[in-house]
């Protein structure tokens, strides 16, 4: 199987009807030394979506994230995670949603065996069974520290973390950056599995367009630190070309893609 092998796009799941959308961006606003890196961003994620934020490098894609996961206290405006506050709230958001940064955000001297004892402790719902069958899918040694893995099974690792405690929102930056052609099939592999088989919600950054195309049902695209794009995808590729890489290009004003 190739790279390029196609793959149905996951079905959204029919949200609860009590359930509050699992993201609610609301003239969200974020600084850092004086500069706004994020100015003014409003946009919702339903249930069931797979949601991608796009745009170049530095748009702000990555401190959107942060905010996401309660690591970054916006300068303005509002970030809801199924109905609360990301900052204020984000203990109680937590068993939630499950996250896989760009690196890895855990200590590095630690096996992916003693994390996941320590994770099996931390959340009710955890399944030992998924959590083993990914690590084994990329070949992961349990004992060895995750300081000596590759790029694509210290991504493994992080993605069975993310994963292993059921999560209702699963958080994406750039999973696939850096990873060769065998491992970003095998992690797009992983989410379309998951997906299927759970309907729980996607958030994701990328750089990797013909991933994003395969698997997203919507998008945002940030240029110059605001949202100029926003919707469906297929409904965007319909007016902009046919292909995700052509809505990229009209939103950015046709600059080179990143």
Same mark, same amino acid.
């Given at each position: 199987m190739t790279d390029n092998a196609q793959h149905p796009r996951p079905v959204p799941a029919s949200p609860p009807a009590t359930s509050a959308p699992p993201i609610v961006a609301n003239a969200l606003t974020v600084g850092y030394g004086g500069r706004h890196v994020l100015d003014g961003i409003s946009f919702v994620v339903g249930c069931g979506d797979v949601f991608a934020l796009l745009g170049r490098n530095g748009a702000g894609k990555t401190t959107f994230v942060r905010v996401l996961a309660? *690591?970054?206290?916006?300068?303005?405006?509002?970030?809801? &995670?199924?109905?609360?506050?990301?900052?204020?709230?984000?203990?109680?958001?937590?068993?939630?949603?499950?996250?896989?940064?760009?690196?890895?955000? &855990?200590?590095?001297?630690?096996?992916?065996?003693?994390?996941?004892?320590?994770?099996?402790?931390?959340?009710?719902?955890?399944?030992?069974? *998924? &959590?083993?069958?990914? *690590?084994?899918?990329?070949? &992961?040694?349990?004992?060895?520290p995750i300081a000596r893995l590759s790029r694509g099974q210290r991504t493994a690792v992080m993605l069975a973390l993310a994963l292993g405690h059921t999560p209702d929102l699963l958080v994406f930056d750039d999973p696939t950056l850096g990873l060769d052609i065998v491992a970003r099939r095998d992690v797009f592999d992983v989410l379309i599995g998951e997906l299927a088989d759970r309907g729980c919600t996607v958030f994701l950054t990328s750089h990797d367009l013909n991933l994003v195309e395969r698997l997203a049902t919507r998008i945002a695209i940030l240029h110059d630190h605001r949202l100029v794009v926003e919707g469906a995808l297929d409904d965007l590729k319909a007016t902009a070309g046919g292909s995700l890489e052509s809505v990229f290009r009209a939103a950015i004003g046709r600059e080179r893609v990143a």
């Open positions: 309660g *690591l970054h206290r916006p300068a303005g405006g509002r970030l809801e &995670v199924f109905g609360r506050d990301a900052w204020h709230e984000r203990v109680a958001i937590a068993h939630r949603v499950g996250y896989v940064a760009e690196a890895p955000n &855990v200590p590095t001297d630690r096996s992916s065996s003693s994390l996941a004892a320590l994770c099996r402790h931390l959340y009710p719902r955890w399944d030992d069974r *998924l &959590v083993d069958d990914i *690590l084994a899918r990329f070949d &992961v040694p349990s004992r060895a």
